[in-house]
């Protein structure tokens, strides 16, 4: 055990992992798994900046949203930061993450979409509580909760 090296381990993960949706679309052709499913609900979806910037993870969650039978409706500044980031809006700079967080609140309300989904548990915390304290009623949802609601869903 100690001549193996987290450096090396950590590596090869990392080049064997994907994102979920991607696993979804392109390994088990979603496609073929999701095709009798229609939905009318328009769902906009947050790039999370990990995600987006560092994994290079864009159009798989998108063709997974339309792939599980919604409508996609693209939000303005999609790959916007919605002002969470880490402890940067909890004790860093909470004004700044605030007006940051107005911004996506107020692209996300002018896409019409009902429902938004994202893949990063702390966009989630941020978005999911900024609509709550406005009252508004579009839904927040994990990209994969989308495909497992869609399953449940499907007669």
Request: glycine share 10%; with cysteine; proline share 4%.
């Amino acid at each position: 055990m100690q001549s193996c090296r987290p450096e090396p381990f950590g590596i090869l993960l990392a080049e064997i992992t994907i994102d979920a949706a991607g696993f979804i679309v392109n390994q088990l052709d979603g496609a073929e798994v999701f095709t009798e499913l229609a939905s009318s609900e328009k769902v906009t979806y947050h790039d999370s900046c990990h995600l987006k910037r560092g994994a290079g993870v864009w159009k798989e969650p998108r063709q997974l949203i339309e792939t599980a039978g919604h409508d996609l409706v693209e939000m303005a500044h999609a790959d916007r930061c919605c002002g969470f980031g880490g402890s940067y809006s909890l004790t860093s700079h909470p004004d700044i993450a605030k007006n940051i967080l107005k911004d996506k609140l107020n692209d996300i309300a002018a896409s019409g979409a009902s429902c938004v989904a994202m893949d990063c548990p702390g966009c989630m915390m941020q978005i999911r509580g900024g609509l709550e304290k406005e009252g508004s009623q579009v839904r927040t949802q994990h990209t994969i909760e989308l495909p497992a609601e869609a399953l449940r869903n499907k007669k």
